[in-house]
């Protein structure tokens, strides 16, 4: 019954195995997906943004940029502007799609960059443990004696304002916490038998890493990194706010927020806008990272 | 006796407790204690003993997982781990081991597949070959290549798990095969099934196994000399008939009096050992059981008995003074215990 198809064509059989194997665990993954509606919603709104960003010169219906003084804080609805118009009469619909693109910049980039840095820290201090371990939590330790806002202000201060500038301030943010979840993730399965059975049958550390340890790892760190995007977006329009992210007249929500701050007694709804979608797409963020781990564990 | 392929001399692993805020070395759990022993190749030889007595830590330094302190390990005429020896690495590609615990053994996201060819890649073979292989050692321990082969450790039962792990142990095509409680933690049919496997794997391929378990009856059917230790020392050693059938050490005996039987007129009458095995950082003086021994007199805290052939005759090894003539116990080997 077993080896009537096996010793005739090992390379025939090779692809389908690969195939079957790759599409075993991540079909349960979107199968799983597919019965989830609250993560499909918002794995939907979270795409809207994305691509209303994305495509933000094209689905915008005036010059972001271009102001006129009589037309300032029209509320949502008039003739021209669909969701109304700054304090200094730009069109706020073209302003968020443009502003878009901007805060999701700031919001993944930095995740992104502390990913990579923070998890092969977090990784060389679990895998490796003892000394090096010590050496590396320790520093990581450190940044913990900061609140995450005062750090990332700190930091951005320090370097001045400016886009990249606020990016690297988050990276260094988020590089503390995701080397420690990657450190604890690593360091349980570093004790787990599979791993001493892959030791025992003579595989180097780079290979037992690479085989055994990423794999087991990534998914919870991916996870909680996805959590922390919408953390980034927040601390990002944050500093924009406080005046050390985006520079005027650039659209950013979290600055947009802040130049219509004044303007709140006069035009509420258009005022709240870039805050409405900050809460949105973190919380699109949230909601995903949620569904993406209950989709995504393998016990299930 | 038959050339030994596998040779054990004064192996000793001592574990460092921490403590304190500079992180002193405050004491050492005496793990493994200076043991000795040879098993021959073909041969199975089944280690028994308490829980914390060293056997587990035993197998870990014979794959080198731990690095002994002191001793060394010959296997096939070679020292592991010197110049002039084996390389750890090629010891691991003969002798291998399988796991007690049958779900932590296996990467929770790697198909069965890619577990079982592992190993041979790992050595250089090809990925294609290494597959087959996997395909060809899951038919060998009794599960459908097809059906299995693709499938995520979660989603098998213990005994088909169990049954990987030994796949992936054979799948360098180890000369040894070490069994650390490999069974102990199936049911009673499923762990009957595995070890008729075992045996049958053993004869088909010329397997020497080194059985470790805390189940005695388990350890008679499947070895054929028995090594007991007691607090990471070795105080008997000898075939299966000599040691269950005539103990020499007041603990083989205690520990074989606590063997449940199935026929009522064998009933344990005497309670066995009582109270738990004394501390392993600081093991008491002279002979390690002389707390829980019913024989205990003064020369046992005063002297530790050494590992002795019983007479020239058999190959059962004590280390108790009882044994020894000149040793000064007072019950000095009333032959028939």
């Known amino acids: 019954m077993a080896m009537n198809e096996s010793p005739a064509s090992p390379s025939s059989i090779d692809v389908t195995q690969v195939v079957a194997k790759s599409r075993n665990y991540w079909s349960t993954v979107l199968d799983r997906l597919s019965r989830d509606p609250v993560t499909l919603a918002f794995g939907a709104i979270l795409l809207l943004i994305l691509l209303s960003a994305i495509f933000a010169d094209v689905l915008a219906p005036a010059d972001p940029f271009k102001t006129s003084m009589i037309k300032r804080l029209k509320p949502i609805g008039t003739d021209g502007f669909p969701l109304g118009a700054d304090e200094l009469g730009r069109d706020m619909l073209s302003r968020l799609l443009y502003g878009g693109r901007l805060s999701l910049v700031m919001g993944i980039s930095p995740v992104a960059f502390a990913l990579v840095i923070g998890g092969f820290l977090g990784l060389v201090a679990g895998f490796l443990g003892g000394k090096i371990n010590m050496a590396i939590m320790r520093t990581i330790d450190v940044f913990y004696a900061f609140p995450s806002v005062l750090l990332a202000i700190a930091i951005s201060g320090a370097l001045g304002a400016g886009i990249v500038n606020a990016i690297i301030s988050l990276t260094i943010v988020f590089i503390p916490p995701i080397a420690r979840v990657t450190e604890s993730v690593t360091t349980q399965i570093r004790g787990l038998d599979y791993v001493e059975a892959a030791r025992a049958s003579g595989a180097r550390s780079l290979t037992i890493i690479r085989a055994h340890v990423l794999a087991n790892v990534a998914g919870p760190v991916f996870i909680y990194a996805t959590s922390l995007i919408s953390v980034s977006i927040i601390l990002a329009s944050g500093l924009s706010f406080l005046g050390l992210g985006t520079e005027p007249p650039n659209p950013e929500w979290g600055l947009m927020l802040n130049t219509l701050r004044q303007s709140i007694y006069v035009s509420p709804w258009v005022a709240t806008l870039p805050g409405v979608l900050i809460f949105i797409t973190s919380l699109s963020f949230n909601m995903l990272s949620d569904g993406l781990r209950t989709a995504m564990d393998i016990k299930l | ?337």
């Not at chain 2, 028994?48 to 997982?65: N, Q």
């Not at chain 2, 990987?164 to 009673?188: F, G, H, T, W």
């Open chain 2, 1 to 337: 006796m038959k050339p030994a392929l596998l040779k054990v001399e004064g192996l000793k692993k001592y574990f460092p407790i921490k403590g304190g805020i500079f992180n002193k070395t405050v004491a050492h759990v005496q793990a493994v204690d200076e043991i000795a022993f040879e098993v021959p190749r073909g041969e199975t030889l089944g280690i028994v003993g308490e829980s914390g007595c060293g056997k587990s830590t035993t197998a870990r330094l014979l794959m080198r997982l731990i690095s002994p302190d002191q001793g060394a390990v010959v296997f096939d005429g070679m020292e592991v781990g010197r110049s002039d020896g084996i390389s750890v690495r090629d010891m691991r590609k003969r002798m291998q081991m399988v796991f007690q615990d049958s779900y932590s053994s296996l990467n929770p996201r790697m198909p069965i597949e890619g577990s079982i060819a592992f190993g041979p890649i790992v050595h250089g073979l090809q990925p294609s070959v290494a597959r087959q292989r996997a395909r060809e050692l899951l038919a060998k321990v009794g599960l459908d290549p097809n059906l299995f082969i693709r499938r995520y450790p979660h989603e098998l039962s213990g005994g088909q798990r169990q049954r990987i792990n030994i796949a992936r142990a054979l799948a360098l095509e180890p000369d040894v095969l070490i069994l650390d409680e490999a069974v102990s933690a199936l049911d009673k049919s499923v762990e009957a099934q595995v070890l008729n496997l075992l045996t049958e794997l053993k004869q088909e391929l010329n397997l020497t196994f080194i059985f470790i378990s805390h189940d005695l009856n388990v350890v008679r059917y499947m070895s054929d000399r028995v090594l007991v230790m007691y607090l990471g020392k070795i105080v008997e050693i000898g075939t299966v008939d000599e040691i269950y059938d005539s103990p020499r050490h007041p603990y083989t005996a205690a520990l074989l009096s606590a063997m449940p039987s199935m026929d009522p007129d064998k009933r344990t009458t005497v309670s066995p050992l009582t109270g738990d095995p004394p501390n392993p950082i600081n093991p008491p003086s002279g002979c390690r059981f002389r707390t829980r021994c019913p024989f205990a007199e003064r020369v046992c805290s005063e002297m530790e008995p050494e590992l002795q052939p019983l007479s020239e005759q058999v190959s059962q090894k004590v280390a108790c003074h009882m044994t020894n003539p000149s040793s000064g116990h007072t019950k000095v080997n009333s032959k028939e215990s």
